[in-house]
């Protein structure tokens, strides 16, 4: 008996329809990452990106639990000195709610270059319209 072992060439990469309105943050994110690594597939294997597109609307609705809108602080750093920015939660989703997703899931995923490519099939909207009724997304019950 032998063990099957995925190529690159077989790997079939699915498009996935997620709605974020009234789920919780973090809870959303860990199935957004399971579905980039592929993990949810078969024929899943640590060393290749097996992972499926995934397309993310309504990203201003996600909720969070506990006093996380006022407490939690995004942190960048310009690289000047004293450039330190910070902003909170509850600023981030009025201005950006799409960044909100797209970091939560970027923590979940590997630090590698395999990391950064399973990053770039995530896409993530704000509101209920997306460009990518052609590639007919299912929709991930979640």
Do not use: C
Not at 91 to 99: D, F, G, Q, T, V
Request: aromatic share 6%; charged share 25%.
């Amino acid at each position: 008996m032998k063990t099957y072992a995925v190529k690159a060439s077989e790997i079939e990469r699915g498009w996935w329809l997620v709605d974020a309105s009234d789920q919780t943050l973090g809870r959303l994110a860990t199935r957004i990452a399971t579905l980039l690594e592929g993990k949810h597939k078969p024929i899943y294997s640590p060393h290749l990106d097996s992972g499926d597109h995934v397309v993310v609307v309504n990203a201003a609705k996600v909720k969070v639990t506990g006093n996380k809108l006022a407490q939690k602080t995004y942190y960048r750093h310009s690289n000047y000195p004293g450039g330190l920015k910070e902003e909170t939660l509850q600023a981030l989703m009025a201005r950006k709610p799409e960044i909100v997703i797209e970091r939560a899931v970027k923590g979940m995923l590997p630090r590698n270059r395999l990391g950064r490519a399973m990053f770039k099939k995530l896409k993530v909207y704000a509101g209920a319209d997306h460009p990518h009724q052609a590639q007919q997304p299912a929709v991930a019950e979640l």
